[in-house]
């Protein structure tokens, strides 16, 4: 059984920082791009980041560019996400997300196979 288990979420004042882990077992996805998107009360689920298999691309929304770092180790099927200089409206559930698909190329849409149950990252301002 394929799992994600996103952690590292919490309160924050603005201008601080959070990284998150996503934790995936069950299989590897060592060969599979992964992302991150969150979700706001009363909003759509909106992309953050993603990566590529070995690390080498990466994907940012407009909105998180130069504050946001997403990476991976493959050997612990881990993949994470540095947030600085946080700001009140990145306030959402982060959630990871990955597909089974090596080719899987839709980084940015919600159409991951596999979601983690999601961590809440609240900045205060």
């Known amino acids: 059984q394929v799992q994600l288990v996103e952690s590292g979420g919490g309160l924050v004042q603005a201008g601080g920082s959070l990284r998150l882990s996503c934790a995936a077992s069950g299989r590897s996805f060592s060969t599979n791009p992964m992302g991150w998107f969150r979700q706001a009360p009363g909003k759509e689920r909106d992309f953050v980041a993603a990566i590529g298999w070995r690390g080498g691309t990466t994907y940012y929304a407009d909105s998180v560019k130069g504050r946001f770092t997403v990476s991976r180790d493959n050997a612990k099927n881990t993949v994470y996400l540095q947030m600085n200089s946080l700001k009140a409206e990145d306030t959402a559930v982060y959630y990871c997300?990955?597909?089974?698909?090596?080719?899987?190329?839709?980084?940015?849409?919600?159409?991951?196979?596999?979601w983690g149950q999601g961590t809440q990252v609240t900045v205060s301002s």
């Open positions: 997300a990955a597909d089974p698909n090596p080719l899987y190329t839709a980084y940015k849409s919600p159409l991951y196979r596999y």
